[in-house]
T-cell receptor
Framework: DAGVIQSPRHEVTEMGQEVTLRCKPI?????LFWYRQTMMRGLELLIY????????DSGMPEDRFSAKMPNASFSTLKIQPSEPRDSAVYFC???????????????FGNGTRLTVT | KQEVTQIPAALSVPEGENLVLNCSFT??????LQWFRQDPGKGLTSLLL?????REQTSGRLNASLDKSSGRSTLYIAASQPGDSATYLC????????FGTGTSLTVIP
């Protein structure tokens, strides 16, 4: 398996622009997680999906952030409009569910490094 | 809410030394505990996963233990090498994954 695939690897944009981050989870994984990592706050859970349905979005910082999972193989995280304080590394991760929930690891993508100037 | 703490935040040891990284969690109702490694500028790589019914897991020079009753897990690294230098994070799995803030390890040649 190719693992969790994220794109782009790096994104540099100007304040006010729309940013879309993409993620392809591992095939067969029921859960998909979006995290943000900064030096100050560490790893923060933004939102997670189960079978394409958002379960908990309490970590989404503002209405400027939105996430979708239109099918089992694709998810997006959108920031509109972007601000300099959104600069961080955004990770997508996936995990099996069901009977495998308790004994299956979380698999991370390589992340998208976002810089908003 | 589950809280996960890792101590120390940073650790520097000479090559060849055995070391222990600590992870504590407040809610013992977990499905498993997972240890990750993160190299600078990279993603998180899974090292070991201990199910709630298990006490320990081993992989090469790494050994992870779990004591749910006391809310603790340790990662033991034997005969440390400079290539072990990285940040190590633990995560407790409940209805989601709860991460610690990590221990930054430097192994000095």
């Amino acid at each position: 398996d190719a693992g969790v695939i994220q794109s782009p690897r790096h994104e540099v944009t100007e304040m006010g622009q729309e940013v879309t981050l993409r993620c392809k989870p591992i095939s067969g994984h029921d859960y998909l997680f979006w995290y943000r990592q900064t030096m100050m706050r560490g790893l923060e859970l933004l939102i997670y999906f189960n079978n394409n349905v958002p379960i908990d979005d309490s970590g989404m910082p503002e209405d400027r952030f939105s996430a979708k999972m239109p099918n089992a193989s694709f998810s997006t995280l959108k920031i509109q409009p972007s601000e300099p304080r959104d600069s961080a590394v955004y990770f997508c991760a996936s995990s099996p569910g069901g009977a495998r929930w308790g004994n299956s690891p979380l698999h991370f993508g390589n992340g998208t490094r976002l810089t908003v100037t | 809410k589950q809280e996960v703490t890792q101590i120390p935040a940073a650790l520097s040891v000479p090559e060849g030394e055995n070391l222990v990284l600590n992870c504590s969690f407040t809610d013992s109702a977990i499905y498993n505990l997972q240890w990750f490694r993160q190299d600078p500028g990279k993603g998180l790589t899974s090292l070991l996963l201990i199910q709630s019914s298990q006490r320990e897991q081993t992989s090469g020079r790494l050994n992870a233990s779990l004591d749910k009753s006391s809310g603790r897990s340790t990662l033991y690294i034997a005969a440390s090498q400079p290539g072990d230098s990285a940040t190590y994070l633990c995560a407790a799995r409940g209805n989601q994954f709860y991460f610690g803030t990590g221990t930054s390890l430097t192994v000095i040649p």
